[in-house]
Protein backbone atom coordinates (compact mmCIF):
# COMPACT_ATOMS: atom_id res chain seq x y z
CA UNK A 1 0.00 0.00 0.00
CA UNK A 2 1.60 3.13 -0.88
CA UNK A 3 0.86 6.11 1.72
CA UNK A 4 1.47 9.64 1.08
CA UNK A 5 1.79 12.67 3.45
CA UNK A 6 0.50 15.79 1.46
CA UNK A 7 1.34 19.39 2.19
CA UNK A 8 -0.68 21.12 -0.30
CA UNK A 9 -0.65 24.97 -1.78
CA UNK A 10 -2.08 26.17 -4.07
CA UNK A 11 0.29 26.03 -7.06
CA UNK A 12 2.43 22.74 -6.12
CA UNK A 13 2.91 20.33 -3.73
CA UNK A 14 5.42 18.54 -0.83
CA UNK A 15 4.62 14.85 -1.09
CA UNK A 16 6.82 12.22 1.21
CA UNK A 17 5.59 8.59 0.21
CA UNK A 18 5.86 5.33 1.61
CA UNK A 19 5.51 1.73 -0.08
CA UNK A 20 4.49 -0.15 3.14
CA UNK A 21 5.32 -3.59 1.25
CA UNK A 22 8.71 -2.67 -0.11
CA UNK A 23 9.80 0.21 2.41
CA UNK A 24 10.65 2.83 -0.19
CA UNK A 25 10.90 6.26 0.86
CA UNK A 26 9.97 9.06 -1.91
CA UNK A 27 10.12 12.71 -1.03
CA UNK A 28 9.35 14.83 -4.60
CA UNK A 29 7.89 18.71 -5.57
CA UNK A 30 4.77 17.76 -7.74
CA UNK A 31 3.67 21.13 -9.57
CA UNK A 32 -0.32 21.56 -10.58
CA UNK A 33 -0.62 23.64 -13.58
CA UNK A 34 1.85 21.73 -15.91
CA UNK A 35 -0.22 18.74 -14.85
CA UNK A 36 2.68 16.65 -13.36
CA UNK A 37 0.85 15.75 -9.83
CA UNK A 38 -2.33 14.21 -11.96
CA UNK A 39 0.25 12.22 -13.92
CA UNK A 40 2.02 11.02 -10.58
CA UNK A 41 -1.20 9.86 -9.59
CA UNK A 42 -2.03 8.09 -11.99
CA UNK A 43 0.75 5.81 -12.86
CA UNK A 44 0.84 4.54 -8.95
CA UNK A 45 -1.22 1.49 -8.08
CA UNK A 46 -3.86 0.85 -5.94
CA UNK A 47 -4.75 1.24 -3.12
CA UNK A 48 -2.93 4.71 -2.03
CA UNK A 49 -3.73 7.18 0.79
CA UNK A 50 -3.32 10.67 1.02
CA UNK A 51 -3.55 12.80 3.18
CA UNK A 52 -3.48 16.46 3.62
CA UNK A 53 -4.36 19.49 6.17
CA UNK A 54 -7.61 20.92 5.94
CA UNK A 55 -7.56 24.22 3.30
CA UNK A 56 -9.19 25.56 0.71
CA UNK A 57 -8.77 25.29 -2.73
CA UNK A 58 -8.93 21.05 -3.33
CA UNK A 59 -11.90 20.60 -4.59
CA UNK A 60 -10.23 19.75 -7.78
CA UNK A 61 -7.54 17.33 -5.55
CA UNK A 62 -10.31 15.53 -4.11
CA UNK A 63 -12.26 15.16 -7.51
CA UNK A 64 -8.81 13.96 -9.12
CA UNK A 65 -8.17 11.25 -6.52
CA UNK A 66 -11.94 10.14 -6.45
CA UNK A 67 -11.62 9.22 -10.20
CA UNK A 68 -8.34 7.65 -9.68
CA UNK A 69 -10.00 5.65 -6.97
CA UNK A 70 -7.36 6.89 -4.13
CA UNK A 71 -8.54 6.73 -0.88
CA UNK A 72 -8.04 10.81 0.62
CA UNK A 73 -8.04 11.36 3.93
CA UNK A 74 -8.61 15.53 5.47
CA UNK A 75 -7.03 16.49 8.74
CA UNK A 76 -7.99 18.90 11.23
CA UNK A 77 -4.95 21.37 10.52
CA UNK A 78 -5.02 22.87 13.91
CA UNK A 79 -4.38 19.15 15.61
CA UNK A 80 -1.69 18.74 13.24
CA UNK A 81 0.30 21.80 13.84
CA UNK A 82 0.22 21.69 17.52
CA UNK A 83 1.64 17.71 17.14
CA UNK A 84 4.90 19.13 15.69
CA UNK A 85 7.54 19.30 18.14
CA UNK A 86 10.12 21.68 16.66
CA UNK A 87 9.59 24.67 15.61
CA UNK A 88 11.67 24.60 12.36
CA UNK A 89 8.90 24.67 9.48
CA UNK A 90 9.65 23.45 6.12
CA UNK A 91 7.08 22.03 3.41
CA UNK A 92 9.55 18.53 3.60
CA UNK A 93 9.22 18.40 7.39
CA UNK A 94 5.54 19.13 7.10
CA UNK A 95 4.75 16.28 4.66
CA UNK A 96 6.41 14.47 6.73
CA UNK A 97 5.18 14.95 9.55
CA UNK A 98 1.45 14.28 7.50
CA UNK A 99 3.15 10.48 6.73
CA UNK A 100 3.98 10.16 10.48
CA UNK A 101 0.12 10.59 11.12
CA UNK A 102 -0.98 8.67 8.48
CA UNK A 103 1.27 5.50 9.59
CA UNK A 104 -0.80 5.66 12.72
CA UNK A 105 -4.34 6.00 11.49
CA UNK A 106 -5.57 6.86 15.17
CA UNK A 107 -3.39 9.89 15.97
CA UNK A 108 -4.36 11.13 12.49
CA UNK A 109 -6.86 13.84 13.08
CA UNK A 110 -9.49 12.89 10.63
CA UNK A 111 -12.46 15.42 9.65
CA UNK A 112 -15.81 14.92 8.71
CA UNK A 113 -16.28 16.15 4.62
CA UNK A 114 -19.50 17.14 2.94
CA UNK A 115 -20.40 15.31 -0.19
CA UNK A 116 -19.85 17.31 -4.07
CA UNK A 117 -23.42 17.46 -3.79
CA UNK A 118 -23.54 19.15 -0.15
CA UNK A 119 -20.71 21.74 -1.44
CA UNK A 120 -22.91 22.62 -4.57
CA UNK A 121 -25.61 23.64 -1.96
CA UNK A 122 -23.70 25.24 0.11
CA UNK A 123 -22.63 27.57 -3.06
CA UNK A 124 -26.35 28.19 -3.33
CA UNK A 125 -26.86 29.65 0.12
CA UNK A 126 -23.47 31.68 0.08
CA UNK A 127 -24.15 33.24 -3.60
CA UNK A 128 -28.09 34.41 -1.74
CA UNK A 129 -26.38 35.42 1.36
CA UNK A 130 -23.48 37.14 0.03
CA UNK A 131 -26.03 39.50 -2.74
CA UNK A 132 -28.29 40.31 -0.05
CA UNK A 133 -25.37 41.65 2.14
CA UNK A 134 -23.95 43.84 -1.00
CA UNK A 135 -27.66 44.62 -1.38
CA UNK A 136 -27.74 46.19 1.87
CA UNK A 137 -24.44 48.24 2.12
CA UNK A 138 -25.70 49.85 -0.97
CA UNK A 139 -29.23 50.37 1.01
CA UNK A 140 -27.16 51.79 3.86
CA UNK A 141 -25.24 54.71 1.46
CA UNK A 142 -28.24 54.97 0.05
CA UNK A 143 -29.97 55.89 3.22
CA UNK A 144 -26.90 57.93 4.42
CA UNK A 145 -27.10 60.37 1.35
CA UNK A 146 -30.56 60.97 2.19
CA UNK A 147 -30.87 61.48 5.78
CA UNK A 148 -27.27 64.12 4.31
CA UNK A 149 -30.20 65.64 2.60
CA UNK A 150 -32.74 65.72 5.37
CA UNK A 151 -34.57 63.04 4.25
CA UNK A 152 -35.79 60.28 6.58
CA UNK A 153 -38.12 57.57 6.07
CA UNK A 154 -36.17 54.21 7.40
CA UNK A 155 -38.25 51.58 5.92
CA UNK A 156 -40.56 53.51 4.05
CA UNK A 157 -37.39 54.88 1.80
CA UNK A 158 -38.03 51.93 -0.04
CA UNK A 159 -41.46 51.91 -0.90
CA UNK A 160 -42.81 53.63 -4.06
CA UNK A 161 -43.66 57.14 -2.02
CA UNK A 162 -39.80 56.88 -0.61
CA UNK A 163 -38.17 55.91 -3.86
CA UNK A 164 -39.56 59.18 -5.50
CA UNK A 165 -37.93 61.35 -3.10
CA UNK A 166 -35.07 59.84 -3.03
CA UNK A 167 -35.04 59.97 -6.87
CA UNK A 168 -36.35 64.07 -6.72
CA UNK A 169 -33.32 65.10 -3.91
CA UNK A 170 -31.44 68.09 -5.22
CA UNK A 171 -28.09 67.10 -5.29
CA UNK A 172 -24.86 68.10 -7.03
CA UNK A 173 -23.36 66.40 -10.00
CA UNK A 174 -21.38 63.86 -8.96
CA UNK A 175 -23.90 63.12 -5.61
CA UNK A 176 -26.75 62.52 -8.49
CA UNK A 177 -24.26 60.06 -10.77
CA UNK A 178 -23.89 58.15 -7.06
CA UNK A 179 -27.59 58.16 -6.14
CA UNK A 180 -28.47 56.88 -10.07
CA UNK A 181 -25.37 54.29 -10.38
CA UNK A 182 -26.65 52.95 -6.86
CA UNK A 183 -30.40 52.86 -7.45
CA UNK A 184 -29.39 50.75 -11.03
CA UNK A 185 -27.12 48.39 -9.00
CA UNK A 186 -30.03 47.82 -6.37
CA UNK A 187 -33.09 47.07 -9.39
CA UNK A 188 -30.16 44.81 -10.83
CA UNK A 189 -30.21 42.68 -7.79
CA UNK A 190 -33.65 42.59 -7.18
CA UNK A 191 -34.26 39.68 -9.66
CA UNK A 192 -31.63 37.36 -9.20
CA UNK A 193 -32.07 37.77 -5.32
CA UNK A 194 -35.71 36.26 -5.72
CA UNK A 195 -34.41 33.36 -8.12
CA UNK A 196 -32.14 32.32 -5.35
CA UNK A 197 -34.48 32.50 -2.58
CA UNK A 198 -36.86 30.61 -4.18
CA UNK A 199 -34.32 28.20 -5.25
CA UNK A 200 -33.34 27.85 -1.32
CA UNK A 201 -37.24 27.19 -0.80
CA UNK A 202 -37.00 24.30 -3.08
CA UNK A 203 -34.17 23.26 -1.35
CA UNK A 204 -35.23 23.33 1.79
CA UNK A 205 -38.60 21.77 1.17
CA UNK A 206 -37.10 19.04 0.09
CA UNK A 207 -34.60 18.26 2.89
CA UNK A 208 -35.96 16.46 5.90
CA UNK A 209 -33.83 18.55 8.28
CA UNK A 210 -34.11 21.86 6.78
CA UNK A 211 -38.14 20.96 7.60
CA UNK A 212 -37.90 20.43 11.04
CA UNK A 213 -35.69 23.23 11.90
CA UNK A 214 -38.01 25.21 9.89
CA UNK A 215 -40.45 24.74 12.82
CA UNK A 216 -38.80 27.18 15.03
CA UNK A 217 -39.82 30.58 15.30
CA UNK A 218 -37.37 33.15 13.44
CA UNK A 219 -35.78 29.90 11.26
CA UNK A 220 -36.47 29.97 7.73
CA UNK A 221 -35.28 28.10 4.63
CA UNK A 222 -32.09 29.60 4.04
CA UNK A 223 -30.79 29.69 8.02
CA UNK A 224 -32.10 26.26 8.21
CA UNK A 225 -30.67 24.71 5.09
CA UNK A 226 -26.97 26.47 5.74
CA UNK A 227 -26.61 25.04 9.26
CA UNK A 228 -27.69 21.63 8.04
CA UNK A 229 -25.43 21.69 5.37
CA UNK A 230 -22.37 22.69 7.74
CA UNK A 231 -23.50 20.74 11.05
CA UNK A 232 -23.83 17.03 8.74
CA UNK A 233 -24.51 14.35 10.74
CA UNK A 234 -25.44 15.78 14.23
CA UNK A 235 -24.54 12.79 16.14
CA UNK A 236 -20.71 13.36 15.00
CA UNK A 237 -21.28 16.09 18.09
CA UNK A 238 -21.76 14.75 21.58
CA UNK A 239 -22.64 17.97 23.20
CA UNK A 240 -24.34 21.51 22.45
CA UNK A 241 -21.17 23.28 23.59
CA UNK A 242 -19.18 21.51 20.86
CA UNK A 243 -21.04 22.86 18.18
CA UNK A 244 -21.41 26.61 19.29
CA UNK A 245 -17.11 25.70 19.57
CA UNK A 246 -17.52 24.45 16.12
CA UNK A 247 -19.30 27.55 14.95
CA UNK A 248 -17.20 30.08 16.36
CA UNK A 249 -19.73 31.21 18.79
CA UNK A 250 -18.03 30.53 22.28
CA UNK A 251 -15.51 32.55 23.98
CA UNK A 252 -12.01 32.59 24.09
CA UNK A 253 -10.79 31.92 27.24
CA UNK A 254 -7.65 32.10 28.68
CA UNK A 255 -7.44 30.23 32.27
CA UNK A 256 -4.27 30.70 34.51
CA UNK A 257 -4.43 29.22 38.12
CA UNK A 258 -7.11 31.01 39.13
CA UNK A 259 -7.94 33.14 36.65
CA UNK A 260 -10.27 33.12 34.02
CA UNK A 261 -10.26 35.42 31.23
CA UNK A 262 -13.26 35.30 28.71
CA UNK A 263 -12.90 37.38 25.64
CA UNK A 264 -14.92 37.76 22.59
CA UNK A 265 -16.41 34.76 20.23
CA UNK A 266 -13.95 32.59 18.29
CA UNK A 267 -15.41 33.04 15.31
CA UNK A 268 -14.04 29.72 14.00
CA UNK A 269 -15.77 27.51 11.24
CA UNK A 270 -18.87 29.07 8.53
CA UNK A 271 -18.94 32.93 9.14
CA UNK A 272 -21.96 32.48 6.54
CA UNK A 273 -23.72 30.14 9.09
CA UNK A 274 -22.78 32.25 12.02
CA UNK A 275 -23.79 35.76 10.58
CA UNK A 276 -27.29 33.80 9.75
CA UNK A 277 -27.52 32.63 13.13
CA UNK A 278 -27.00 35.77 14.53
CA UNK A 279 -29.75 37.21 11.88
CA UNK A 280 -32.09 34.42 12.86
CA UNK A 281 -31.81 34.52 16.65
CA UNK A 282 -33.18 37.98 16.41
CA UNK A 283 -36.09 37.06 14.74
CA UNK A 284 -36.51 34.21 17.37
CA UNK A 285 -35.86 36.55 20.50
CA UNK A 286 -38.94 38.32 19.60
CA UNK A 287 -41.23 35.35 19.00
CA UNK A 288 -40.07 32.64 21.29
CA UNK A 289 -40.38 33.69 25.38
CA UNK A 290 -37.22 31.85 26.65
CA UNK A 291 -34.73 33.75 23.87
CA UNK A 292 -36.56 36.95 24.86
CA UNK A 293 -35.66 36.91 28.46
CA UNK A 294 -32.45 36.03 27.90
CA UNK A 295 -31.99 38.89 25.27
CA UNK A 296 -33.36 41.02 27.56
CA UNK A 297 -31.64 40.26 30.46
CA UNK A 298 -28.30 40.68 29.08
CA UNK A 299 -28.93 43.65 27.13
CA UNK A 300 -29.46 45.33 30.16
CA UNK A 301 -26.33 43.97 31.56
CA UNK A 302 -23.97 43.66 28.37
CA UNK A 303 -25.26 45.41 25.64
CA UNK A 304 -27.12 44.57 22.61
CA UNK A 305 -24.24 42.96 20.58
CA UNK A 306 -23.22 40.55 22.91
CA UNK A 307 -26.71 39.69 23.77
CA UNK A 308 -27.30 38.72 19.91
CA UNK A 309 -24.64 36.48 19.91
CA UNK A 310 -25.60 34.98 23.04
CA UNK A 311 -29.13 34.23 21.57
CA UNK A 312 -27.70 32.73 18.76
CA UNK A 313 -25.37 30.34 20.86
CA UNK A 314 -28.36 29.26 21.93
CA UNK A 315 -30.14 29.32 18.84
CA UNK A 316 -27.74 26.65 17.64
CA UNK A 317 -27.95 24.62 20.51
CA UNK A 318 -31.56 23.73 20.09
CA UNK A 319 -31.15 23.29 16.40
CA UNK A 320 -28.62 20.91 17.41
CA UNK A 321 -30.86 19.22 19.57
CA UNK A 322 -33.86 19.38 17.37
CA UNK A 323 -31.30 17.34 14.62
CA UNK A 324 -30.35 14.97 17.02
CA UNK A 325 -33.16 13.96 19.32
CA UNK A 326 -35.29 14.13 15.53
CA UNK A 327 -38.03 16.67 17.21
CA UNK A 328 -39.61 19.27 16.21
CA UNK A 329 -39.69 23.15 18.01
CA UNK A 330 -42.88 22.58 20.00
CA UNK A 331 -41.41 18.24 21.51
CA UNK A 332 -38.34 19.83 21.97
CA UNK A 333 -40.09 22.52 24.01
CA UNK A 334 -42.53 20.42 25.86
CA UNK A 335 -39.60 17.84 26.62
CA UNK A 336 -37.54 20.97 28.02
CA UNK A 337 -40.93 22.29 30.48
CA UNK A 338 -41.54 18.48 31.53
CA UNK A 339 -37.39 18.27 32.24
CA UNK A 340 -37.38 21.42 34.33
CA UNK A 341 -40.57 20.60 36.24
CA UNK A 342 -39.55 17.09 36.86
CA UNK A 343 -38.76 15.70 40.72
CA UNK A 344 -36.74 13.09 41.74
CA UNK A 345 -35.66 11.01 39.25
CA UNK A 346 -33.64 13.81 37.63
CA UNK A 347 -33.79 16.34 35.04
CA UNK A 348 -31.05 14.29 33.02
CA UNK A 349 -32.93 11.22 32.54
CA UNK A 350 -35.50 13.61 30.31
CA UNK A 351 -32.78 15.48 28.63
CA UNK A 352 -32.45 14.99 24.85
CA UNK A 353 -29.04 13.80 25.04
CA UNK A 354 -30.09 10.89 26.49
CA UNK A 355 -32.51 9.73 23.78
Known amino acids: MMIIGCDFHTRQQQIAMLDTETGEMVERQLQHESGEARKFYEQLAKPVRVGIEATGYTQWFERMLAELGHELWVGDAAKIRAAVVRRQKTDKRDAAHLLE ?3 APDRFPRIWMPTPA ?6 LVLHRVKLVQMRTKVMNQLHAMAMGQGLCRKKKLWSRAGRQELEALPLGPWAARRRQELLTM ?3 WEKPIAELDRAVEQQAAAHGQAVRLMTH ?3 GPVTSLAFVLTIGTADRFPRGRQVSSYLGLDPRTDR ?3 RVRSGPISKQGSSTTRWL ?6 TAARLDPELRRVYQRLKFRRGSQIAKVAVARRLAVRLYWMLRSQADYGELTARLVRMRGSSGSGPMEK ?5
Request: no cysteine.
Open 101 to 103: LLL
Open 118 to 123: ERDLRQ
Open 186 to 188: LDQ
Open 217 to 219: PGV
Open 256 to 258: SAD
Open 277 to 282: LVEAGQ
Open 351 to 355: SPSRR
